[in-house]
């Protein structure tokens, strides 16, 4: 995860702050039973294969001290956290025999757990999660125990070669359970493996401090004063990243709220902008727009009307045509809309610019800056084309909705003229796909707003 979360990023890491407080569901628990009978069957493995022996028991003692405090020390990522236990860990299993090292990662791992439960800030449940968590000591401890050889007595390349199996190993096992769980492919999780590289140079000063752990024993508090740098970090960071879901839900907020604003003060505009939002979402996905694209597309939907606050209701509810005067009034609806989601700031000021421009043409013809083509936002020529269609597809007080026929007919007429072929395209397979013929079809009756405009965007208007 980038230092700036995306949006998708923050929806993720939303969702695991969100279930780190909850309870586990029966899928979860199943998972991680699983997962958690597989760690212990692979402890006994190792255990079999090469049998511990006598060990010093202060060294062994502080490494679990410090991997119990490193297991505190907590960065989110979009799939949970990672875990500052590379500098202790590394010395863990200098100063243990190599299946006792699984047993005590689980324990370190285990103790940083029960802190949270008995400090309120997870439940019970979630203990399950600490033999998945474990997994990272099973690669190197089973390369050792292979190779029939201490890590103290290992040379570089079987060093290397346990550092890689540590990786591929929870790697492995994390992204199973994470595609269990949350249905995270393969591609979403190589974005987040940056975390193996600050393994990999924390491993380098661990195996320092790992190297004199049976002479001088002390050396497993010199990681200390790092941790302690590291968990002010992961604080800051904590904290950053709350900040910015708080106020990207306090701007989502503000939005819905002018929503209900556009609804209270019309009810038809607020109907129309719910089923312009529910077509412009399923558009997004067939045209594939990225989670940002389709956040901005969402918000420009449902409120691309909200200028039409500031329009007179004489000229809201006129039936019939507008004259010319009443005509350059309505257009101004779109600017109006751009300032009001400007006051607001963040990303709204993004879903200000769609709002302007709904109401351009492809072919240049539109309002209010005459944009053309590609230099139209593409959230704006799916609202228009989402927007229009909602529109012939509404009963009016001057006219029936146009039928599913005639409607699809103007669409094509249209195309490269007032809509984005491409979009107008990808929309009309959706209309056809769905078989939703009369989506959205509103039993409410639009009160007036005629136009001055031809065809297809003079229903949108």
């Known amino acids: 995860m980038a230092l700036n979360p995306n949006v998708e990023e923050q929806a993720m890491v939303a969702d695991v702050l969100n279930r780190e407080s909850a309870h586990m569901t029966l899928q979860e628990l199943l998972v991680e039973g699983l997962v958690g009978a597989g760690f212990v069957a692979a402890c006994a493995v190792i255990w079999l294969l090469y049998p511990p022996g006598a060990f010093a028991l202060w060294p062994a003692l502080l490494c679990l001290a410090v991997l119990v405090m490193a297991s505190n020390v907590r960065f989110d990522t979009p799939f949970g956290y990672t875990v500052a236990t590379q500098l202790a860990f590394v010395p863990m299993l200098f100063a243990v025999p190599v299946a006792v090292a699984p047993i005590a990662a689980f324990v370190a791992v285990a103790a940083s757990g029960l802190f949270r439960v008995l400090a309120g800030k997870s439940p019970a449940s979630r203990l399950l999660l600490t033999l998945g968590n474990s997994w990272f000591a099973i690669g190197p401890a089973a390369v050792f125990a292979i190779a029939g050889i201490e890590p103290r007595d290992a040379g570089p390349l079987l060093l290397i070669a346990a550092l890689g199996a ?188 769609i709002v302007r421009s709904h109401h351009e043409r492809w072919d240049g013809g539109g309002y209010p800056d005459g944009l053309a083509g590609e230099r139209i936002p593409l959230e704006a020529r799916i609202i228009a084309c989402c927007d229009s269609w909602s529109a012939m597809r509404t009963d009016r007080s001057y006219r029936k909705a146009l039928s599913h026929e005639v409607a699809r007919a103007e669409i094509v007429a249209n195309s490269g003229r007032q809509f984005d072929p491409r979009v107008a395209e990808a929309f009309l397979r959706i209309v056809e796909r769905t078989g939703e013929r009369d989506l959205p079809a509103h039993a409410v009756r639009q009160p007036g707003a005629g136009s001055m405009q031809p065809a297809a965007e003079a229903l949108a208007s």
């Open 166 to 353: 540590q990786f591929g190993v929870d790697f492995a096992v994390s992204g199973l359970r994470f595609w269990f769980d949350s249905g995270a492919g393969l591609a979403a999780q190589l974005r987040d493996s940056w975390v193996y590289g600050i393994d990999a140079g924390l491993s380098g000063m661990a195996l320092i401090v790992a190297e004199d752990i049976h002479k001088f024993p002390i050396a497993a508090l010199a990681p200390l004063p790092i941790l302690g740098l590291l968990a002010v970090f992961a604080r800051e960071r904590r904290d950053r990243i709350t900040g910015l879901l708080e106020l990207n839900n306090a701007y989502r907020g503000t939005a819905l709220v002018l929503g209900d604003v556009v609804e209270a003060d019309d009810g038809y505009t607020g109907e129309h902008c719910r089923g312009v939002v529910q077509l412009a979402l399923a558009l997004a996905k067939e045209v594939g727009l990225s989670a940002e694209q389709t956040r901005n597309l969402e918000f420009g939907a449902l409120l691309h009307d909200v200028g039409k606050i500031a329009v007179p209701k004489e000229i809201i509810n006129k039936p019939g045509k507008l004259d010319p005067h009443e005509w350059e009034i309505m257009t101004t609806h779109t600017i109006t809309g751009q300032e009001m989601l400007d006051r607001i700031g963040g990303f709204m000021r993004k879903v200000g610019l």
